[in-house]
């Protein structure tokens, strides 16, 4: 009893008084500050574009005047179309040639130097500024159409396929590579010992394991295609105006709400993209950071 009683009326220990760390909380700062640069202007454009008013920067009211206009603006679906259109058949390309990259790299040996050569330049597409890729890919694809007699190449939804697919190709192959690598080798020998031809075991082992990649990077493929301006500026041809470039030749006569109309359904599609994406190789079993490290490659 009388233990119980000295246990009652012992005192608290004193709480230490919190110390806050400078720069723990210059860094938390400096990264809210970075984030409010990223992504203001976006919640910006898409709060102007309920603006009734003529003109992007000129705020009369509310209201969806901005997205009935552009609806009912032939040209603006003409390009929004053909960014879609251009999207889906880049990111078709792209992935199945980034599968095929993907998955010859996983099954490289360490010392193998097709794999590094093949990694080099595709990490080279990379990193190279989209207007040195402009300015070399447009002589290139007016001498295959010309001087060459390729005709399809002359097409502007050939030459927007073909230069996005050129820019996604990449990105699929290293998340694929990424996706393959950490599977176990010992499932496709256990198959092959029990005389699955190579066709069946990729289509019964592999193809189910890489799905979630595949599919990551395809999705992947199509967001990129979709906000692909700089080359597609070089390459398109009348009548076959995507949406990035549209947008930027609009800048001249001034931005309207119609364009941030659009500009936020696409944003919404995008955003939607990767939703899926990260829900996809959340339910393959993937944590946070395993999704990460297939966002990069990694």
Do not use: C
Request: proline share 5%; net charge positive.
């Amino acid at each position: 009893m009388s233990t119980t009683t000295a246990e009652t009326t012992a005192p608290a220990p004193a709480r230490r008084p919190r110390r806050h760390d400078p720069a723990k909380l210059g860094l938390n700062l400096f990264g809210i500050a970075v984030f409010g640069f990223l992504f203001l202007p976006i919640l910006v454009i898409v709060g102007y574009s309920f603006n009734t008013g003529r003109l992007l920067g000129a705020w009369k009211g509310f209201g969806f005047d901005a997205y009935q206009s552009a609806v009912d603006n032939p040209v603006m679906i003409d390009a929004v179309i053909t960014s879609l259109v251009a999207g889906v058949l880049a990111s078709l390309v792209a992935t199945v040639l980034g599968t095929i990259g993907g998955v010859a790299l996983a099954r490289a040996g360490a010392k193998a130097r097709w794999a590094a050569l093949l990694t080099a330049l595709l990490a080279l597409t990379l990193i190279t500024p989209e207007i040195i890729d402009g300015i070399s890919i447009l002589p290139w694809l007016v001498t295959l159409g010309t001087d060459v007699g390729i005709g399809p190449v002359n097409n502007g939804m050939v030459r927007l396929v073909i230069v996005h697919t050129s820019l996604a190709i990449a990105v699929v192959t290293f998340i694929v590579r990424a996706r393959m690598q950490g599977m176990d080798d010992q499932v496709e020998e256990a198959a092959a010992d029990l005389y699955a031809t190579p066709w069946n075991r990729f289509r019964q082992i592999t193809l189910p394991q890489a799905g979630p990649g595949i599919f990551a990077g395809a999705l992947l493929a199509f967001t990129l295609s979709m906000d692909n301006t700089i080359v597609a500026s070089f390459v398109q041809v009348p009548g076959y105006t995507p949406w990035p470039v549209y947008v930027l030749g609009s800048l001249k006569t001034g931005l309207r709400p119609e364009i941030a109309a659009l500009s936020t359904v696409m944003l919404l599609l995008t955003l939607v993209a990767l939703t899926v994406v990260w829900l996809v190789l959340r339910r393959s079993g993937d944590d946070n950071a395993a999704v990460a490290r297939t966002f990069t490659g990694g």
